[in-house]
């Protein structure tokens, strides 16, 4: 899909948009680097402002297999025995005419009789609730953290935890010290491959990973090796801009590296790599995946 075209009409450009749907309008500007909010609001329009078919469009990931199909078989078949059945009414009109019952009349005296003695406990819980929200409303929540900060403190976290005996700045991962946006446009800008590590602190050999691959002396000289070619950004998933991020990817296991790069003058994922791997075989397959695109980096540098 271009991204030169203007999008739905339906979704006039008069209309305000609410609270979700400018969240859902920031997020995919995130995601995508499109820096025209008009056209992300199209694109989200377009899909009726489902956020993740619209990243994953965009970012030319296939979507994921959906049930509609059975759900709408077996709504037919329902519909169809339903039709079958005789109507309720028919059963026996007068018996909607007859009087009620003395166990229904009691049933109904005791329910009223029920509701009438929790009357004063249910009073009593409205008014504390009301005046306990009342009271909290004047302690405003912490904000949330901005993108940039959200990377920021990934990185200080890993350095802290990983690369405290480093001596220098130069034997440190060079991850990138911006949002997932930034980082996109520096990677559109100068025509490299962006490498983004999502990092999940809860799962099975991550601690692993990042000892034994990613500060690997093998894994930092391809780095090296490959500085004018490629970009290192990271980000854990526990928060917001690397949640944001791994919702577009279709991952099924941690650690994860993805490897987006312009393609048709769209920065695109083309690979990721998940679970954890030795540093030659996470080596190799990111070798793969360069070579497998390097020829669409080629012709935007013509």
Not at 67 to 80: L, M, T, V, W
């Amino acid at each position: 899909m271009s991204l030169d075209s203007s999008g739905d009409e339906d979704d006039s450009s008069g209309q305000e948009l609410s609270l979700e749907q400018t969240d859902k309008l920031a997020t995919l500007q995130d995601m995508t680097g499109i820096d025209d909010l008009n056209i992300c609001r199209a694109l989200l329009s377009s899909n009726n402002w489902d956020l993740e078919a619209t990243a994953r469009e965009q970012l030319n990931i296939p979507p994921m297999m959906r049930d509609e199909e059975d759900h709408d078989i077996y709504r037919s078949r329902s519909n169809a025995n339903n039709a079958n059945l005789p109507p309720r009414n028919g059963l026996n009109e007068s018996s909607s005419s007859s009087p009620p019952s003395p166990s229904s009349t009691t049933s109904i005296v005791l329910s009223y009789g029920y509701s009438f003695l929790l009357f004063p406990f249910r009073f009593v819980y409205r008014v504390i609730h009301f005046v306990s929200s009342y009271f909290i409303s004047f302690f405003p929540s912490e904000p949330p953290s901005s993108p940039g900060v959200d990377v920021t403190n990934f990185i200080a976290a890993f350095r802290a935890e990983y690369e405290s005996e480093e001596s220098s700045e130069t034997s440190k991962l060079p991850f990138l010290p911006l949002s997932y946006h930034s980082a996109l446009d520096v990677a559109k800008r100068d025509l490299k491959f962006l490498v983004i590590y999502l990092h999940s602190p809860q799962h099975d050999r991550i601690h692993d990973f990042c000892i034994q691959t990613l500060k690997s002396r093998e894994f930092k000289s391809f780095l090296q090796r490959r500085r004018n070619e490629l970009l290192l950004w990271g980000c854990s998933i526990e928060s917001r801009e690397g949640y944001n991020v791994s919702k577009i990817c279709r991952e099924s296991a941690y650690p994860l590296i993805g490897v987006i790069v312009l393609r048709q003058n769209r920065m695109m994922f083309v690979g990721q790599v998940e679970g954890y791997v030795e540093p030659m075989s996470l080596i190799s397959r990111l070798e793969a995946i360069i070579a497998d695109n390097e020829a669409f980096v080629v012709t935007a540098r013509l």
